[in-house]
């Protein structure tokens, strides 16, 4: 009976190290994440840390910026059309 409360220390001590060592690797992705994103920022001529806050004029964007944004507004109405079809086709 003894060994149960000795098992039981011994699960809880390998979990919270399982836990600490998993947030630990989520911190680092987390500064690799950022750290990408500052280097992308200041490639592309923002202040580090501006560049979700900058507010861009249309005539300001590159080319490719330009063509994504078009490529994603032809995707949500294509989507928009799917979903409208097939709320016909339910009812």
């Given at each position: 009976m003894s060994a149960i409360p000795?098992?039981?220390?011994?699960f809880a001590f390998?979990?919270?190290v399982v836990y600490i060592a998993e947030s630990e690797?989520?911190?680092r992705q987390r500064n690799k994440i950022d750290a990408t994103l500052r280097s992308e920022e200041m490639a592309r001529g923002y202040?580090?840390?501006t560049y979700s806050l900058?507010?861009?004029?249309?005539?300001?964007?590159?080319?490719n910026i330009k063509r994504v944004r078009e490529r994603l507004e032809e995707g949500i109405v294509d989507?928009?059309?799917r979903i409208k079809t097939m709320d016909s086709n339910n009812n």
């Open positions: 000795i098992l039981g220390v011994i390998i979990i919270a690797s989520t911190k202040n580090p840390g900058e507010s861009e004029k249309e005539e300001d964007l590159p080319e989507l928009k059309k």
